[in-house]
């Protein structure tokens, strides 16, 4: 038996990228030891991938008002936000409203 | 959308708005001779934008500032009978002396009106420590003119008693507190809150037939408080928030803000000259304990403050756009049920598209086919049946159970 | 648990409306997004048959939703617009390329005729920065013939805009950034916003959903810091009670202000002949600072601005009447 493993898919869209050393889509496996929330997650990325000025991403303990969050498609509203708990081939995107447009 | 030079904003961006300054609040006085008056002085006192001087002058300044809100309108007929609101704050210890000072000249200067005092007690709705009565019985003997009520929130109004006759009482369990419990967002328990308190001191006053009730509110609970009223929508009665004369209180009788024009600097160095000793900090009030992002109301207050840090014109210049204001009144027309603020009775296009909006989310896909006149549904859904303005029935959809009123 | 579409469609909802809260379905949310903006331009007699209306175009998501959806609202319901793209080079280096990349794929999506103006056809110069864009689209929107202008302004620039006047203490500006149409008057074309009531997140979750291509990189003159500000306060306001954009859209509507207070005039600029409350016009205040050597003409103070040019003209008198003695021997 080998470690468990949790691969998910994580997107950037519309700007929130380029906080994110400017990669639109990662696959990545996380510890399938331990539960992950939207939130764990989020630590996660700030630890390890968020490259640029942590505050235009995050807010507190959560997202930044104005960058919206997708899990599969869906609305995050919709899934509990920060306690939605992954699933393995989630596909999470981030997308940003605060670029210029 | 990016907004370059954009038509509605303007192409100097927010330049003359952006003058960065610190505004100190910490109180500093160092010894010399008053520019006004030549008096050599151990303490003077250094307003910003002003020259620095002797305790006399900084107070005579300061009591204009006052004296000049209500002669300049001619707002207070003589010998009207006040009721001066008493929260425990600085600002309402300052308004106390102010009005004391005031009525005890004997010169012409002297302010010709009969003054009670109210202590509202916020402790039960609060859940905070009752105010302490010693500090309070202190602060009647030291006003002794005035008499001194004290009334619980949340009370009926005939409960109310004089200072001397006061225990507070150990029924944590009024009505109000029901209904605050009931109401599923802080942003509308403090919004609701604050209307009722406002009914709670109009009845008081009519119990004790004043005709004015004094607030101490000054330039930045104005300021904060006119970007709420838009927040919550109530943008049509927002110039009655912010006045010096708000008539929305029922019997006829007004409110005046007295206060309005002094800013925080001048309230603290007040508080030291006369050496007053308020009961409570301002920032506890009602759900302020919740944090900045509990609500609309505490955001906004959060976002006032730190813009006035950096931009020390922020205050004085959205508390301008205030007088600029003028409120929607029409005698003609009828008032919201709850906060007695003119009601709009043109079909207001924005109101239109959030009921729109519903409608046509609930018929989804279909909408095209059910052959159901949307817009109609729309409109009758707006028609007002329950007299609510836009904000209040804001409040009422946030109820689980029962009515606002 | 999944949620259900509000609709009663049977199928999983997509998304939360920000607007009221109710959770929709893909295929139900486009229905209503599309809509509701059918149901501002019909109620607000935004168009009448037969005109042509230039989209302004950026590449970003607002103008690029906004042309979508006109022309598939113009199809539907048979408006009968002649609609076309117009977009505005500013000349801004990196920004430019792209987002026009994106304007022209937008020619090509919806078929929908592009003209692209130079600053420097427009004025003979190219300026980064200098002149507000609203007056090049004017311009624009004139040599085109175009009957009016249509802005992808949703309803979160508009909240803003009103957050952002009351904070100036801007009376002028708060009695018309809620209009749904601006000018229109003499001499100029009008503005309408058929966005006005859209919100940004579904401007976003539409484009999304509808895989429509956008341009969004960080324009170079992001806003400045105090419209940042405005801008992360009415966020945070949206994140408590999302509802709170329409409410300061009807704030901002239903203010009204004291007599004592003035009322700006428009005029026409006595140079140039386009609409302006300044006299002479911004455009040409800054044209002749560039022609006159003097490139910080128009951007400060007006008064200053005149110190400058009566310096000069002194300066140039001066000079003049050395030349003359000179001549003279």
Redesign the interface.
Known sequence: MGTPELKIILEFSAGAELLFGNIKRRELTLDGNQKWTISNLLKWMHANILTERPELFLQ?DTVRPGILVLINDTDWELLGELDYELQPNDNVLFISTLH?? | ??????????????A???AVESLPLGIVLSPGNCSKCDVNSDELYKLNFRTAECRECFLAYARHKFRAALGAAKILPRNAEVLLVLDGSAESLVLLDMLHFAQTQNTFKRLHCNARVVYVEEQQVQGRDPVHLEALQNLSTQYAPFDFYVIELGALPSSMQRIKDYSPSLNANNELIHKLQKLR?L?ARQDYLQQQRKNLICSVAQCLRCTHVFESNISVDLATQ??T????????S??LDVALLDDRLSGDVKLLRPLKDLNEQEIQFYIHAQRLKPLFQKGSRYGREHGQ????QN??SA?VA??QQN?AS?VS??F??G??????SNPEQSSCVHCRSTL?TEL???????E???S?????????KSGQD??DLAKKRLENKDGLC??CR?IQAELDSGNLL | MPII?????GNRAALK?P??G?A??K??FF??FE??IH??IS??NLFRRGEKVAVAA?G?K?STVLAHVLKLLNERHNYGLELVLLSID?GITGYRDDSLETVKQNRDDYQMPLKILSYEELYGWTMD?I????DALDRGAKLLGVDSIA????AD?IAE???????????A??R??TS?R?GGGEDTIP?VKPLK?SYEKEIVMYAHYKKLVYFSTE?V?A?????G?ARA?LK??E???P??I??????????????T?KKPERGTCTRCGFVSSQQPC?ACVLLEGLNRGLPKLG?GKKSKGERMIAKQNQELALRERANLVKNDF
């Open positions: 507190e210029g447009g | 959308m990016c907004s370059i030079g954009e038509d509605d904003f303007g192409d100097d961006g927010a003359h708005a952006m967002s942003t006119l970007l009223a838009i927040a919550l929508g109530r943008g049509g927002a110039a992002t509990a609500s609309l955001l906004t976002f730190n813009l931009y922020t210049t959205v301008r756009t007088d600029k204001i003028a409120a929607n709009d207001s296009d924005t109101l239109l598209a959030i729109y909006s519903r046509v989310s609930e018929a989804g896909v279909s909408l095209y949307l817009e836009h904000a804001a | 579409c509000k609709s009663q469609c409306r607007k009221t109710d929709l379905c295929e139900c229905a209503a809509a509701e149901h501002t109620s607000s950026s970003g607002d500013e920065r002149l507000p864009r609203s802005t992808g302004h949703n620039d805009t009103v957050l952002m006047n009351v904070l100036r203490g801007d009376t500006r708060l018309r950034c749904i601006t503005r009531y324009c003159f806003p400045n810091a105090y419209r500000h306060f945070d306001l994140k408590v009670r509802s709170v329409m409410d300061i859209i009807y704030s901002g509507e239903q203010l009204r202000f004291k007599d207070v911004k951007i």
